[in-house]
């Protein structure tokens, strides 16, 4: 299996698509339970559907091996009710040419996420991918401010959508979900790549919610060009609609939290510079996405996933490009 990734919109060859652990919901409120199990059938079977379609493209698919996610977790410094399960592994790994990083999450509960995916893990590096993983945060709770809102500067942690890899160039957002030393770390591991450091007051959490470079020269996102740094001076902006649909948050080890910052119909996932794949739900009710793909002369193909705005997941959160062929 050959690990190579430069940018979000080279030929798709290969991707991690994530799954769902039935077995959490033995350890969920039991007046949650039937509503999350309707949830977590049609979810299954639409991520079965979604790999179906990437195979159908010729695209190989690696889906994670679960382990029991209801177990408690308990380490010197914290517990928790269990762990988070392996529906986005994009949150959980960030990859820049034949380097795998395993990324140190500021959810406790992400801890062990990664080692969902160690079978692909080890058949990359054996292949002769790089892989490195980042140290292991103590989330001690006796060394944190209770009253700081921000992510504890203590241990490096970031989530590797807080990056956008972009061939020499990485953006980054340095706040919502991750530290400084986490992308002071990440920088040292990456010593030739251009860090373009994005404006905090607008570019919170994870970038992909935020925009989606579609090929060189087109970028697909709710922000105003205004927004963007120098890099985008000459470029094309599709505008996508800033439409959020906040779910109830019934359990962090299933959703993801930021909707204030997360603009789901951005967070599509391009099978290369010609083709995309866009949720379903955003054939009929985004007028202006979905004519402006077309009008630059990108396919859409079009995939259910009913309940991402519950997960507060997109198609590019749930399928994680292992290896695409640079245009």
Same mark, same amino acid.
């Given at each position: 299996?050959?690990?190579?990734?430069?940018?979000?919109?080279?030929?798709?060859?290969?991707?991690?698509?994530?799954?769902?652990?039935?077995?959490?919901?033995?350890?969920?409120?039991p007046h949650k339970r039937k509503k999350l199990?309707?949830?977590?059938?049609?979810?299954?079977?639409?991520?079965?559907?979604?790999?179906?379609?990437?195979?159908?493209?010729?695209?190989?698919?690696?889906?994670?091996?679960?382990?029991?996610?209801?177990?408690?977790?308990?380490?010197?410094?914290?517990?928790?009710?269990?762990?988070?399960?392996?529906?986005?592994?994009?949150?959980?790994?960030?990859?820049?040419?034949?380097?795998?990083?395993?990324?140190?999450?500021?959810?406790?509960?992400?801890?062990?996420?990664?080692?969902?995916?160690?079978?692909?893990?080890?058949?990359?590096?054996?292949?002769?991918?790089?892989?490195?993983?980042?140290?292991?945060?103590?989330?001690?709770?006796?060394?944190?401010?209770?009253?700081?809102?921000?992510?504890?500067?203590?241990?490096?942690?970031?989530?590797?959508?807080?990056?956008?890899?972009?061939?020499?160039?990485?953006?980054?957002?340095?706040?919502?979900?991750?530290?400084?030393?986490?992308?002071?770390?990440?920088?040292?591991?990456?010593?030739?790549?251009?860090?373009?450091?994005?404006?905090?007051?607008?570019?919170?959490?994870?970038?992909?919610?935020?925009?989606?470079?579609?090929?060189?020269?087109?970028?697909?996102?709710?922000?105003?060009?205004?927004?963007f740094p120098e890099y985008f001076k000459d470029?094309?902006?599709?505008? *996508?609609? =800033? +439409?959020?649909?906040? %779910?109830?948050?019934?359990? /962090?080890? !299933?959703?993801?939290?930021?909707? #204030? $910052?997360? *603009?789901? =119909? +951005?967070?599509?996932? %391009?099978?290369?510079?010609? /083709?995309? !794949?866009?949720?379903?739900?955003? #054939? $009929?009710?985004?007028?202006?996405?979905?004519?402006n793909l077309k009008k630059h002369g990108i396919?859409?193909?079009?995939?259910?996933? #009913?309940?991402?705005?519950?997960?507060?997941?997109?198609?590019?959160?749930?399928?994680?490009?292992?290896?695409?062929?640079?245009?």
């Amino acid at each position: 299996m050959r690990i190579q990734l430069n940018n979000h919109y080279g030929r798709l060859r290969s991707c991690m698509v994530g799954g769902l652990d039935d077995r959490v919901l033995d350890s969920v409120e039991p007046h949650k339970r039937k509503k999350l199990e309707h949830i977590f059938a049609k979810t299954n079977k639409q991520l079965d559907g979604l790999q179906h379609k990437l195979e159908s493209m010729d695209i190989e698919v690696f889906r994670p091996r679960c382990f029991d996610n209801s177990k408690k977790l308990v380490t010197p410094f914290f517990a928790t009710a269990g762990h988070r399960v392996p529906l986005a592994p994009s949150d959980h790994f960030f990859i820049s040419g034949n380097t795998i990083v395993e990324i140190a999450s500021w959810s406790r509960e992400s801890t062990f996420t990664g080692m969902h995916w160690r079978h692909v893990m080890r058949s990359g590096f054996q292949q002769g991918a790089n892989w490195i993983t980042m140290p292991t945060p103590l989330h001690d709770i006796t060394e944190v401010d209770r009253l700081d809102s921000d992510i504890p500067n203590i241990d490096p942690i970031i989530d590797a959508p807080s990056f956008y890899l972009h061939n020499d160039h990485v953006f980054v957002s340095t706040v919502g979900a991750g530290n400084q030393l986490g992308v002071e770390w990440m920088k040292k591991q990456f010593p030739n790549k251009t860090w373009v450091l994005m404006d905090p007051e607008k570019f919170v959490g994870h970038l992909d919610s935020h925009f989606n470079i579609l090929r060189p020269g087109l970028v697909a996102s709710h922000r105003d060009k205004s927004d963007f740094p120098e890099y985008f001076k000459d470029w094309e902006f599709i505008k *996508v609609d =800033s +439409v959020s649909r906040p %779910s109830e948050l019934l359990d /962090t080890r !299933l959703q993801d939290d930021d909707q #204030e $910052n997360t *603009v789901l =119909s +951005v967070n599509s996932l %391009s099978i290369d510079s010609e /083709t995309i !794949l866009v949720e379903r739900t955003y #054939e $009929n009710n985004y007028n202006n996405f979905i004519p402006n793909l077309k009008k630059h002369g990108i396919k859409i193909e079009y995939v259910d996933f #009913e309940f991402s705005h519950f997960f507060g997941h997109g198609l590019g959160c749930i399928c994680a490009a292992l290896h695409r062929e640079d245009d």
